[in-house]
């Protein structure tokens, strides 16, 4: 299929280590990120999202940090495995409104 | 899968044709919105659905497109006289209100 965001910031990590993937947001109003994972030829996939009233929030494998003073956001990914291989895109939203806006992406490579 | 389904996958046509996509949100989700994707980029708003009403436009969306979800279910998204500047992956996703977008798989559209 074809590759999304041929163009995009690339970060390469060996298989078991961790990642960091890292998105600066636009709006100082928002209160709601998303952190989404599209593979190849495919619709983003939701992994993970946070409320403006923390700063970390966990899953499984999965950690996003949020630091509202520089208007950052974080995806800490542990133990990256070769399924974690695509481009991973934030997005941030103001409850209680519709428009979410994205970010431009990064693509995660997963070396062997 | 995220539950939400759209038609085709893929659609191939000619400078100047009339092309329309279907999208099928998750049954209970009253919020439908459509994106465009382009290479190397992020989703970008296109319109957005509260049940059957259309709340917003994106200026994105010339008179050449056309959104509709006529019962407050299934939307459709036509696009006329295409040019080849409309090649893009097109998104729908649907969310039950405020918070998490889950994204369909997208048409991949290209005019040759």
């Known amino acids: ?98 428009k979410y806006i994205f970010g431009t992406g990064t693509r995660l490579k997963v070396l062997a | 899968d995220t539950g939400v389904s759209q038609n085709p996958r893929h659609k191939i046509t000619k400078r100047g044709q009339n092309v329309t996509f279907r999208c099928d949100p998750i049954s209970e989700h009253n919020r439908l919105y459509w994106y465009r994707q382009t290479l190397g980029q992020g989703p970008e708003f296109l319109t957005y659905f509260q049940n059957e009403a259309q709340l917003e436009k994106s200026r994105l969306l010339s008179d050449r497109f056309s959104a509709e ?16 500047g409309d090649s893009a992956m097109y998104l729908c996703a649907s969310s039950s209100g405020p918070g998490t977008l889950f994204f369909g798989p997208g048409t991949r559209l290209t005019v040759t």
């Open chain 2, 69 to 84: 979800r006529p019962k407050g279910s299934f939307s459709t998204l036509e696009i006329q006289r295409t040019e080849q």
């Open chain 1, 1 to 98: 299929g074809e590759s999304v965001g041929l163009h995009l910031p690339t970060l390469s990590v060996q298989e078991g280590d961790n990642s960091i993937i890292n998105c600066a947001y636009s709006n100082s109003a928002s209160d709601y990120f998303i952190w989404y994972k599209q593979e190849s030829g495919k619709g983003p996939q939701f992994i993970i999202d946070i409320r403006s009233n923390m700063d970390k929030r966990q899953g499984q494998r999965v950690t996003v940090l949020l630091n509202k003073t520089v208007k950052h956001l974080s995806l800490q990914i542990a133990a990256t495995q070769p399924g974690d291989s695509a481009v991973y895109f934030c997005a941030e939203n103001m409850l209680g409104t519709y």
